[in-house]
């Protein structure tokens, strides 16, 4: 097994044992620094972020407090931060809505709030168990073959879509009605700009200059939390606060409401320290609608999870687990299955605000969230008067930080290919759903992967009597180059590159009737399969019908496998296959030319004979 300084493919039901071992109480005391800064960070977040995906604010505390300390205590990373995200809940609230307006389009208030947390659970439990099963059978590693412009185009497309979503609380503009396209949402948005809502306005925009001065002065400085006590205090003081109800459907335009601004309300009533654990029912008639969305959420939160706590990593040289992140985030995710929680992802602001204060251990982020739920349970009551429009603020602010600029324009300059994908992803998230954006990012990345990857490079070479490979050349042939060629294979052999490499091949053979053998040297071609595995089957027939001979050198043990299983190694014959060996790493080379110079002699004896044959019956027809 190879390991490196960010892969290590084991998973543990007790990742804490090491950290426990060496943890004293200099450690103690900068983990519980580092846990405080981050929970003034997180309660605001967390709201937020249940409110980007249109939930109850508990939905997002729950995930923050006892989601995040479950995947801390079952993760990998020392400094990975997880719980609600930007991307996490936008995806949510676009994919809830969805599956509300197609199966559930006759309910409202109440009874379609309560059926949009139901929803949330089932996807919270389908997320962890698609997670579970991916770190269960170590499939980590397959969260490299999405393109990195995918993720960039899409946490791009995200952020856009967050800054559309929250300018209606911002500016106090009642939302769209039903489901539409985000593009759709940001024509409504502009043609309502003249009902703007002026208080409301005032406090948001106030609300945002303070956080973005605050993060200037410094960035560890809890913007979010001074913001929220002055603009609460400030609302309430001139008498401007008004309590969302119930469903959350105020009209702020109406008479009473006119210079009122939307307060979060009493958040107190509906939590409980320990939430009531239920055991989470999946409605089977909505599966098909939910499983995509699921696929969505468990791919992003993967993909975001572990670049996160890659970047980290190189910072603090520490050897990751992906399986074992993973698996942690899964647990976290189906913990919120039972108490209503939102589905988690790693954080790239709590994380690198964790890291810069000097956590030395995963017990920082468990002190996080034991510090998030002191505060809520102490000062709940506050937390009542907090401006909608502040909330709207916070994220707008944090809109900006989803999108890594340098990333961005890395992908956009790199190759066209990565410009295409970047951007098509990025318009995809504005005209379609979220999760159909994300998935026309993946099959596009993957459609550009297998076009480059079914054009494998075959190029001819002369060998040296040692065996070592050397470029022709073309102005001094030999004869011995013309009856044998030496053809080098790199790259993928797979199904999609079968018939160009059969064809390429071919084209070799018919190039002039001298070539008696072709030698295919495939020590660098990868991923064989049966398609390929039938094109040397043709391609072998094609020459032996015209008297020739097929050499392959140069075999991998999986090559051989795969040639012995398919029937090629019966048919070519073993004594014309050649199998690499890394302690001699030319004799393969140098074994199937000795084969080559037989096979050329024994075949130009033989036309020689037919040739001399030919002309004795002829002198003997005359």
């Not at 205090?233 to 009122?260: I, M, R």
């Not at 072998?540 to 043990?557: K, M, V």
């Not at 080559?596 to 030919?614: C, D, F, I, N, P």
Request: proline share 3%.
């Amino acid at each position: 097994m190879t390991h490196n300084n960010h892969h290590i493919d084991e998973i543990s039901l007790f990742p804490l044992k090491k950290e426990l071992n060496d943890y004293n109480w200099n450690t103690f005391r900068q983990d519980l620094a580092a846990g405080f800064a981050i929970a003034l960070v997180t309660l605001p977040q967390a709201m937020g972020y249940a409110l980007l995906a249109g939930l109850p604010l508990y939905c997002g505390l729950f995930a923050a407090i006892y989601s995040s300390m479950i995947a801390a205590l079952f993760g990998s990373s020392r400094h990975l931060v997880v719980g609600p995200s930007n991307a996490m809940a936008i995806l949510l609230q676009s994919g809830t809505l969805g599956i509300l307006f197609t199966y559930y389009r006759d309910l409202g208030g109440i009874e379609r709030d309560a059926m949009a947390l139901q929803i949330t659970i089932q996807l919270s439990l389908l997320v962890g168990i698609l997670q579970l099963v991916a770190a269960g059978f170590k499939l980590g590693r397959l969260t490299q073959f999405v393109s990195h412009s995918v993720i960039v185009g899409y946490m791009a497309g995200t952020a856009i879509a967050l800054v559309i979503n929250q300018l209606f609380p911002f500016f106090g503009i009642t939302r769209l009605s039903g489901v539409h396209s985000f593009y759709e949402r940001g024509v409504y948005l502009v043609s309502q700009l003249s009902n703007i809502h002026g208080p409301t306005a005032l406090v948001g925009l106030g609300s945002l200059l303070l956080i973005v001065v605050l993060k200037k002065i410094d960035k560890r400085v809890p913007a979010a939390v001074i913001t929220f006590f002055i603009a609460g205090f400030a609302v309430h003081y001139l008498g401007l606060d008004q309590y969302t109800t119930e469903a959350g459907l105020v009209d702020p335009f109406s008479e009473e409401s006119v210079h009122k601004v939307l307060l979060i309300g009493d958040v107190t009533s509906s939590l409980d320290v320990f939430p009531a654990f239920e055991w989470p029912y999946l409605d089977m008639g909505i599966m098909n609608a939910l499983l995509p969305v699921a696929v969505a959420l468990a791919l992003v939160s993967v993909m975001e999870s572990t670049s996160i706590a890659k970047s980290i990593a190189v910072s603090s040289g520490q050897r990751l687990s992906v399986n074992q992140e993973i698996f942690g985030i899964s647990l976290g995710n189906l913990l919120s299955s039972t108490f209503a929680g939102m589905p988690i992802s790693g954080s790239a602001s709590r994380t690198s605000l964790n890291y810069n204060y000097g956590a030395q251990t995963r017990f920082a982020v468990i002190i996080c969230a034991i510090s998030v739920s002191v505060m809520l349970f102490s000062f709940g009551e506050l937390v009542s008067y907090i401006p909608l429009a502040s909330l709207a603020g916070l994220l707008l602010y944090t809109a900006i930080n989803i999108i890594n600029a340098k990333q961005f324009f890395l992908c956009l300059k790199a190759t066209g290919s990565d410009a295409f994908v970047l951007w098509l992803t990025t318009i995809s998230c504005i005209f379609f759903s979220l999760d159909v954006a994300f998935y026309i990012g993946i099959a596009l990345s993957i459609t550009l992967y297998l076009k480059k990857a079914s054009v494998p490079q075959l190029k001819e070479y002369d060998v040296d009597e040692h065996g070592d490979l050397k470029n022709i050349d073309y102005t001094h042939p030999h004869e011995i180059q013309r009856q044998i060629r030496v053809i080098k294979v790199e790259g993928e052999l797979f199904f999609g590159a079968a018939d160009l490499f059969q064809t390429t091949l071919k084209s070799f053979a018919e190039d002039d009737t001298s070539t008696r053998v072709i030698i295919l040297q495939l020590k660098n071609a990868r991923d064989i399969d049966a398609t390929a595995c039938l094109a040397l089957e043709q391609l072998y027939e094609y020459l032996r019908g015209s008297g020739r001979h097929l050499i392959a050198c140069g075999l991998t043990w999986q090559i051989w496998e795969v040639l012995s299983d398919s029937g090629v190694v019966e048919l070519i014959g073993k004594e014309n296959l050649f199998v690499f060996d890394e302690r001699h790493p030319h004799q393969y080379m140098q074994k199937a030319l000795v084969r080559a110079k037989e096979l050329a002699a024994r075949s130009s004896s033989v036309v020689a004979e037919g040739r001399q044959t030919e002309g004795g019956l002829a002198v003997e027809q005359i």
